[in-house]
């Protein structure tokens, strides 16, 4: 049950990021500080439909039983999680983005702690 549930809110997570940075691009580089030019909206654009496919997978998987695949993909959504929460936290110190950054750091702590905690109660 507990995975459906982090199933399901990963796939809304998923679409709204995937929508955001499809068609709200401009405003999400503006609120990390940083410009938005024309290279960085392509690169936003690709990267929403890997969202968007990621919110897909997590929809179709939700119903999945505990597996040796179902502990694979927590362990791997979650230290990817963490890593981006790190990673923009490193920018944030290297001063290539602003403090609009931490809100994305944080949700994407949160997510990766709950991953490792699905993961880790089975």
Do not use: H, K, N
């Amino acid at each position: 049950m507990t995975f459906q549930i982090l199933a399901l809110v990963m796939t809304a997570a998923c679409i709204g990021l995937g929508a955001r940075f499809l068609f709200f691009g401009r405003g999400l580089l503006t609120e990390w500080g940083l410009e938005s030019t024309t290279g960085a909206l392509i690169l936003l654009r690709r990267m929403s439909l890997m969202y968007l496919g990621l919110a897909l997978v997590f929809f179709i998987a939700r119903t999945a039983g505990p597996s040796d695949i179902r502990s694979a993909m927590c362990l791997i959504m979650g230290g990817i999680a963490v890593l981006l929460a790190g990673l923009g936290l490193y920018e944030f110190l290297a001063r290539r983005a602003s403090a609009g950054i931490f809100r994305s750091a944080i949700a994407e702590a949160v997510l990766g702690a709950a991953f490792v905690w699905v993961w880790w109660t089975g």
